[in-house]
C-alpha cells in the first residue's frame, strides 16, 4: 500500500538555525511528491513540488527538497529558519502521471523560538 | 483567481442529522477532490472527481457520504445520520489534470454533539 511517513513530529529550533524535516514514501513505480505548509489559521498550501527531472528542487520562502529514490526520501531543507516558518508542515505523495490522490504523512509541527 | 472556497467553515450539528458542505474549486480546474482530516493526522483521500464524473472512492466513504459535482463546477459533500466519528476537518481541493499540484480550501470543521 501507498504510504509516506514523517518521523518528526514535532521540532523546535532557533531563529537563523538550519532545519531538515524528514519523509519518507513507499510506492511502487513513479512517484509525485509534494510538501504543504499550514500556517496557524490558514489552509494548506503548496511549498514546493516533485514531479521528474532535477531531483533537488526549490520551493518558496527558501524552502528545498531532494528527491533521492534510493532512499526513498523527500527530505525538507531550509538553510536559515524565521519566526514566520512556525507552522505545520505536511509531506504528500501521488502516483506517476495522474496525480489522482495524495497520501499525506501525519505531518511535522515546527516551532522557531525568536 | 479567487482559491477554493468552501462554506461553512464551521458546523456543529447533533448526532443523527444531515450536513452537507459545499466546495467551489479554482474556476478552469477540472478536477476536485475531498479529504478528511483529524487532530494530529495528515489529510486522509475521500473521493475525487474530473469534471462531473466521481472516478474513485475511499473505503473511508462509508455509505452515510455521498458526493456529487453535478455541472462539473462546484461540489457537495453530503453526510447523512452523522456519528460522533464523523467529526474532523473537511477540506477540498482542485486542480488540472495531469501532474499538477492540488490547491486547498480553508475546510469545514463539523463537531457531532
Known amino acids: 500500500a501507498q504510504s509516506v511517513s514523517q518521523h518528526n513530529h514535532h521540532v523546535i529550533l532557533s531563529e537563523a538555525a538550519s532545519l531538515e524535516l524528514g519523509c519518507n514514501y513507499s510506492y511502487g513505480g513513479t512517484v509525485n511528491l509534494f510538501w504543504y505548509v499550514q500556517y496557524p489559521g490558514q489552509h494548506l498550501q503548496l511549498l514546493l513540488k516533485?514531479?521528474?527531472?532535477?531531483?533537488l528542487v526549490k520551493g518558496i520562502k527558501g524552502f528545498e527538497a531532494e528527491f533521492i529514490k534510493s532512499k526513498f526520501s523527500f527530505n525538507l531543507r531550509k538553510p536559515s529558519v524565521q519566526w514566520s516558518d512556525t507552522a505545520e508542515y505536511f509531506c504528500a505523495g501521488g502516483k506517476d502521471f495522474g496525480n489522482e490522490k495524495l497520501t499525506f504523512g501525519t505531518g511535522t509541527r515546527l516551532t522557531i523560538i525568536p | 483567481d479567487t482559491g477554493v472556497s468552501q462554506d461553512p467553515r464551521h458546523k456543529i450539528t447533533k448526532r443523527g442529522q444531515n450536513v452537507t458542505f459545499r466546495c467551489d474549486p479554482i474556476s478552469e480546474h477540472n478536477r476536485l477532490y475531498w479529504y478528511r482530516q483529524t487532530l494530529g493526522q495528515g489529510p486522509e483521500f475521500l473521493t475525487y472527481f474530473q469534471n462531473e464524473a466521481q472516478l474513485e472512492k475511499s473505503r473511508l466513504l462509508s455509505d452515510r457520504f455521498s458526493a456529487e459535482r453535478p455541472k462539473g463546477s462546484f461540489s457537495t459533500l453530503e453526510i447523512q445520520r452523522t456519528e460522533q466519528g464523523d467529526s474532523a476537518m473537511y477540506l477540498c481541493?482542485?486542480?488540472?489534470?495531469?501532474?499538477?499540484?492540488?490547491?486547498f480550501g480553508p475546510g469545514t470543521r463539523l463537531t457531532v454533539t
Open positions: 481541493a482542485s486542480s488540472l489534470s495531469g501532474p499538477h499540484e492540488q490547491y
Open positions: 516533485y514531479f521528474s527531472g532535477d531531483p
